[in-house]
């Protein structure tokens, strides 16, 4: 199996990349192509003495970042000749030369690089980004969380049918329970989108509970929750989010306390350090762009090396699973007027 | 100064609401004015010996549930003659017999009742719930979050004007700094309704830094942060669950952690508790209802005596404030072509 690892793609390129990638080629058997700049790649892959079999680079002489947007991003996305380390990273999936892609890099950019050098498959209109929360009994898949800011109902169900696919083949949920995400558990709260979707999951055949909030979405109670790439970013950043705000307020506050509280902040440390890591994107690495017809796994900007190997991770549990196929078959068979 | 107080609101009632008011009026010297069932209010309110001049009880023979919704709801809200708790209390300040009501019901309850008996002010076509979010710094007014799931950029300029009116005579911030709730800080970023939104904020005249993310929100960079009903509502519900989730994950590793973690946890314990505090909807109490022709404060179902409390200290400061009459005239002034 081979895996396609973008090397500039973290903040701190192209050092988590590289050795997040040889980490992973050494413990999961897979080959990585790692995809950037030669030169800088081999400062930081010769020092590892990890230039065996597994691992092989491919030259890409430019790379997307975060001031790549608008309209001249999807020039770039589009340009004929592969140049970004995204663009040819991608192309060898589209080629057959690897069977995912895993970047770190500008969301936004991996997506327009996705959508137009692949494409979408046969009846799914939009992709969406479909990362995986904690929560209290173990994890859900929350999809879209960023690709697509504009939803409409017919994207949300298409959205459901690949998190369930997804939940069920890489995360070995059966049955997964699908929901939608809204502001009242009861049928007839949402946004307009949201109750035009309700209307269209009851009749999806799929495993679909109604509408959750984020309370039950964290305590455990649906495999795959379904929202708009809006609304899901604002509810992953305000989880990051309020996690930090209460770690770092918790530290100071220990900090500038008695000397018995500070004793005990020291006792508690690795408690809390668990619990920071139980929310920790590092864990997953990086979330899949269901309904691209290639595997693309995009992961944080911050990701560290441990985050780049457990993607890869991520990837090859996605390629074994055949999830691509399966997708595809379950398209076909609950919106076939669609596929 | 007489504030009208639901009887019937929280999902204790009529104990924390009853309790809660009789303490506001031993101590910030207003009136109030328990609306209810004058029986079960009285239960309450005997063994309190607090039937002074203070504390006046009105009798409504009603109440409004979490059952109530939809028409059905609306039907209630619009009938003539008042008999709910919501209704009574919310007819007082139309008639100028008390000069705000706050309630700790169901919200879509008090939003209709509110919008059917009082209806908006001048120049403004829906209101928006505006609670006070915990920052790194101080505070932050976000608007709206419930009262309207679907809003139009106009909804959100209304709101701005609103927010930072509030912000400025109630929470006393000098030009304070209004900004819009995106996926991105750049602009372009949001979804539809935020990057038309964004244009029109552009020359609205306020102090509008342009877009925040839920990160830059906590971190205290603006002083009102505007969305949608929808989106502000899973905002603030993520940011409750996250909270809690942390919270219960720290409790429960800390029993089952080591003799020494648990003595750290012990020694820790308040200030746990202090940061939970922060995080805590009592200290604020209710949110202002803004828009209507008239103050209501809704609070939390959850909410206890100290949060109906500080929900009448909140609603006296915005009487005292004038804040009514402050929010009619800007709307005059930053949107006259609307008033």
Chains 1, 2 share one sequence.
Do not use: W
């Not at 140049?83 to 950019?109: P, Y």
């Not at 209109?125 to 173990?138: D, I, N, Q, S």
């Not at 020291?266 to 290639?294: F, K, M, Y």
């Not at 985050?307 to 990837?315: C, G």
């Amino acid at each position: 199996m081979k895996i396609a690892v973008d090397a500039m793609g973290s903040d701190h390129y192209p050092r988590p990349d590289v050795e997040g990638a040889v980490a992973a080629a050494g413990m999961y058997g897979v080959e990585v192509i790692l995809v950037g700049d030669e030169a800088r790649i081999h400062t930081v892959l010769e020092p590892l003495k990890a230039t065996g079999r597994s691992i092989r680079v491919v030259h890409a002489p430019e790379m997307l970042t975060m001031d790549d947007k608008g309209l001249a991003l999807a020039l770039k996305a589009k340009r004929k000749e592969p140049r970004t380390s995204m663009a040819v990273g991608i192309d060898l999936v589209k080629h057959g030369e690897a069977q995912a892609f895993v970047t770190a890099g500008n969301t936004g950019a991996a997506v327009a690089t996705a959508y137009f050098r692949i494409g979408t498959m046969a009846g799914v209109e939009r992709p969406a980004l479909a990362p995986v929360f904690p929560t209290r009994t173990g994890t859900c898949v929350v999809l879209d969380i960023g690709a697509n800011p504009d939803c409409k109902p017919e994207n949300l169900v298409q959205f459901a049918v690949m998190g369930a696919v997804y939940a069920e083949r890489v995360r070995g949920v059966k049955h997964p329970r699908v929901a939608l995400l809204s502001n009242g558990e009861e049928a007839g709260k949402g946004n307009t989108l949201v109750r035009e979707t309700h209307k269209q999951l009851l009749t999806s055949g799929l495993n679909y509970l109604g509408n959750v909030e984020p309370k039950e979405l964290m305590a455990g109670r649906a495999d795959v929750v379904l929202t708009d790439g809006f609304t899901g970013n604002i509810l992953l950043k305000a989880s990051e989010a309020v996690a930090s705000l209460i770690f770092e307020t918790v530290r100071d506050k220990i900090q500038s306390a008695s000397a018995l509280a500070k004793l005990g902040g020291l006792l508690v440390r690795p408690t809390l350090r668990s619990v920071a890591q139980l929310l920790n994107p590092s864990e997953e690495g990086a979330a899949p762009l269901l309904g691209i017809d290639g595997l693309v796994f995009i992961g944080h900007g911050r990701s560290d090396a441990l985050a780049i190997q457990n993607a890869v991770r991520v990837a090859k549990l996605a390629v074994e699973a055949d999830v691509l196929n399966s997708i595809r078959a379950e398209i076909g068979h609950r919106l076939p007027s669609r596929a």
